[in-house]
């Protein structure tokens, strides 16, 4: 109960704790390919990548310095979309896999 308290209390002292948590969108990569290519989120969303391919795979933006490291046949990897704007991406392994994460 107390523990109870203390929360309400922060959330009226500081209602910025109260922001809900960002939605969560799924990337699957199957037949080399991102599926879907374009993924439109909000800032704060997470966008899971999932590999269903049979071979090792990466999402790398390089001008956004992200990378997920290789991606082994059924690995996922999160990220949280925070900056706005169109992040352009690919597979480091196979550079002809394109994808976009547009952040609204």
Request: charged content about 25%.
């Amino acid at each position: 109960m107390l523990r109870a308290a203390l929360v309400a209390i922060c959330l009226a002292v500081f209602p910025a704790a109260a922001v809900a948590a960002g939605n969560t969108h799924a990337v699957r990569i199957e037949g080399m390919k991102f599926i879907p290519e374009r993924l439109e989120v909000a800032a704060g969303d997470i966008v899971v990548w999932t590999n269903k391919d049979f071979l090792p795979h990466s999402v790398t933006a390089r001008e956004a310095r992200v990378e997920s490291g290789d991606l082994a046949p059924d690995k996922s990897w999160r990220f949280t979309a925070r900056k706005k704007g169109e992040m352009r991406y690919i597979c480091r392994l196979h550079p002809v896999m394109k994808g976009v994460l547009v952040v609204k």
